[in-house]
């Protein structure tokens, strides 16, 4: 499975962006999917995942502010973000593994390349 990731930009505080993650491959659907974002001198940090049934948990962070989706039909990992605040600054990757336990351990089999959030205060 190949990842690209998509959507970062440059966003005021209380904005809101939508990430996506175009995926190759015919397995798509059967991956557990997750964002995760990495601040500058900070350690990465799983923000959102959600099963090939559609599943999801987030991060405390994250809860009630970002929504994370999939469409298995064409392929696509979506990650919604509102109310964005300048602490939400990081890159941010798509990755897939097999379960939910292989995200949260930070093992996931493939990984997408970073987009860049840059939340401005």
């Known amino acids: 499975v190949q990842l690209q990731a998509s959507g970062g930009g440059l966003v005021q505080a209380g904005g809101s962006l939508r990430l996506s993650c175009a995926a190759s491959g015919r397995t798509f659907g059967s991956y557990t999917m997750g964002w995760y974002r990495q601040a500058p001198g900070k350690e990465r940090e799983l923000v959102a995942v959600?099963?090939?049934?559609?599943?999801?948990d987030y991060a405390d962070s994250a809860k009630g502010r970002f929504t994370i989706s999939r469409d298995n039909a064409k392929n696509t990992l979506s990650l919604k973000m509102d109310s964005l605040k300048p602490e939400d600054t990081a890159v941010y990757y798509c990755?897939?593994?097999?379960?939910?336990?292989?995200?949260?351990?930070?093992?996931?089999?493939?990984w997408g390349q970073g987009t860049q959030v840059t939340v401005s205060s």
């Open positions: 959600i099963s090939s049934g559609g599943s999801t």
């Open positions: 990755a897939a593994g097999t379960n939910f336990f292989s995200l949260r351990l930070g093992r996931p089999d493939y």
